[in-house]
């Protein structure tokens, strides 16, 4: 099963979430056009590895279970490109996507 969930930020933009329910876990991500941050699945090793000419601009919560949670969790680590615009590992989700718009 898959939902999506629009969140209005505190600077009044809105994002989205998709929560994406599989066998014995559930796939989270917020996105705006620029960017996104993820549940634990996200492999920010890849991104800024063998990925890194993509610059994807990612961030990467463990230990969320909910959208909600994913917005109020600190970002565990993120890409190099995030760490370019401002958005460092410790930033709550909500504050990574402020600066991804």
Known sequence: MMRMVPFTLENGETVLGVEVK?????????????GYIMCGALD???LNERLKDREILAGRA??????????????????????SIGII?????????????
């Open 22 to 34: 599989l066998p014995k876990t559930t796939l989270l991500a917020i996105m705006t056009d620029k």
């Open 44 to 46: 920010v090793s890849l």
């Open 62 to 83: 463990v230990g969320v279970r909910t959208l909600e949670e994913l917005l109020a969790a600190p970002l565990e680590s993120v890409t190099t490109t995030a760490e």
């Open 89 to 101: 590992a410790g930033m709550k989700g909500y504050e990574a996507l402020q600066l991804m718009l």
